[in-house]
């Protein structure tokens, strides 16, 4: 074998250590697996330590003697900064190893990088996630692959510790595409939620009726069943889900995508704006269903 591993349960290296990432190394600690990470701000480790995690000092360590890499960082330049260099990722992998990103990030820019890991001898995986910190605990989480056939099913059956939907979607890129698009119906639905809900209270329903009545109805889904009560008077989250700012880079990725391939994309960019009213109200750190309170203000419910 290429990389230190075990027959069943390979080496894993984990870059990117917050709310979500740290959760999936749980699951991965859980199922057996040693696990090397590493993460910018190193304090956020402890608690993984504690766990079992090996902590490193650079993503190179971390991909050095894994299998499989994955990792899950903020943005495109993130991915970028922890993938090149002499303590990157791609400087780190060795043999048959198989890189897996978890980021949610430009299409082009991760097939870009794929391209690097393949002159390096390895294999990169787009695998982004569709679910949040509540889907994952509860072990529905759907994971997309995009990448070479082989490369996922050498790593299937990690991703399948993670969460239980594991799809390959076609080559490099594609699994971003369909994430954004994914993420692009969930920003929308949202906003939509908050504008009827807006709306029902206006014309003198309670707000708390409104939102049980939504999620009653044939409009609930999973999304607004678990984002849906944040809106009402103390459920809003200390630690946004998705804040404003990380929603709002997903839009632009699709609107960005969106004219590339000339496809229209006009409730993106209403629901943009009123992304863009939400950090003009100073409320960017909040879950991004905080959108209500814009329509609250235009309104005129707003106290």
Do not use: H
């Given at each position: 074998m290429g990389v230190s591993e075990t027959a069943e349960r390979p080496v894993v290296g984990f870059v990117g250590l917050g709310s979500m990432g740290s959760k999936v190394v749980e699951r991965l600690l859980d199922a057996g697996h040693e696990?090397?990470?590493?993460?910018?701000?190193?304090?956020k480790a402890k608690a993984l330590v504690d766990r079992g995690m090996v902590a490193v000092e650079t993503p190179r360590e971390a991909a050095s003697g894994s299998?499989?890499?994955?990792?899950?960082?903020?943005?495109?330049?993130?991915?970028?900064?922890?993938?090149?260099?002499?303590?990157?990722?791609?400087a780190g992998l060795e043999g048959d190893a198989v890189w897996a990103d978890m980021s949610t990030i430009a299409p082009a820019a991760s097939?870009?990088?794929?391209?690097?890991?393949?002159?390096?001898?390895?294999?990169?995986?787009?695998?982004?996630?569709?679910?949040?910190?509540?889907?994952?605990?509860?072990?529905?989480?759907?994971?997309m692959a995009g990448g070479e056939a082989a490369?996922?099913?050498?790593?299937?059956?990690?991703?399948?510790?993670?969460?239980?939907?594991?799809?390959?979607?076609?080559?490099?890129?594609?699994?971003?595409?369909?994430?954004?698009?994914?993420?692009?119906?969930?920003?929308?639905?949202?906003?939509?939620?908050?504008?009827?809900?807006?709306?029902?209270?206006?014309?003198?329903?309670?707000?708390?009726?409104a939102v049980e009545a939504?999620?009653?109805?044939?409009?609930?889904?999973?999304?607004l069943?678990?984002?849906?009560?944040?809106i009402l008077d103390g459920k809003m989250p200390e630690v946004a889900w998705?804040?404003?700012?990380?929603?709002?880079?997903?839009?632009l990725l699709a609107l960005d995508l969106g004219r590339t391939l000339g496809v229209a994309l006009p409730t993106a960019a209403v629901c943009n704006e009123l992304?863009?009213?939400?950090?003009?109200m100073g409320i960017g750190d909040r879950d991004f269903v905080t959108v209500y309170e814009v329509y609250r203000s235009l309104a005129g419910l707003a106290s």
């Open positions: 696990v090397r990470g590493w993460n910018r701000t190193p304090g299998r499989f890499v994955l990792s899950m960082v903020t943005d495109t330049k993130a991915v970028e900064q922890v993938a090149d260099g002499p303590d990157g990722i791609i097939v870009a990088v794929a391209e690097r890991v393949a002159d390096a001898g390895a294999a990169m995986l787009d695998t982004p996630v569709s679910g949040s910190v509540a889907t994952l605990e509860a072990g529905e989480l759907a994971i490369a996922f099913e050498a790593i299937e059956p990690t991703l399948l510790t993670i969460g239980p939907k594991v799809r390959r979607v076609g080559d490099n890129g594609k699994a971003l595409q369909m994430k954004v698009a994914i993420n692009l119906a969930l920003v929308v639905q949202v906003v939509g939620f908050c504008e009827g809900v807006a709306l029902a209270e206006r014309g003198g329903v309670d707000r708390e009726t939504m999620l009653s109805s044939v409009v609930s889904s999973p999304v069943n678990y984002r849906g009560p944040f998705a804040d404003v700012d990380l929603q709002q880079k997903d839009l992304l863009n009213a939400c950090r003009g």
